[in-house]
């Protein structure tokens, strides 16, 4: 009878195990889906901050194209006015 006892426990005692690990991988399964979800998320965020950030380089580089032209224009204006002032003092 004391074999039966023993027995019968070790048997509980399993089952409870193996419920324990069952619950356990029911856990780490949704905290894996969960991480997998984040992943995604941060993925298209790098993605979009790529985008934001080649959008932002260009920009910056039709700025200084503008700039570039400005600055000559005004020079060309700066020498135009100078030509200008030294045919009058003629």
């Known amino acids: 009878m004391e074999s039966n006892a ?4 070790a ?7 193996a419920k324990t690990l069952s619950d356990q991988n029911g856990s780490l399964q949704d905290k894996l889906t969960e991480l997998e979800q984040m992943y995604s ?7 979009d901050f790529k985008i934001a ?3 932002a380089s260009n920009k910056e580089d039709n700025l200084n194209t503008l700039i570039a032209t400005l600055t000559k224009e ?4 700066l020498d135009d006015m100078k030509k200008k002032d030294e045919v009058s003092y003629c």
Do not use: F, P
Not at 6 to 9: D, E, S
Not at 11 to 17: A, G, I, M, T
Not at 74 to 77: A, E, I, P, T, V
């Open 11 to 17: 048997l509980r005692d399993k089952e409870q195990y």
């Open 6 to 9: 023993t027995l019968k426990t």
């Open 41 to 47: 998320i941060a993925l298209n965020t790098v993605e």
């Open 74 to 77: 005004k020079q060309d204006l």
């Open 53 to 55: 950030l080649t959008d």
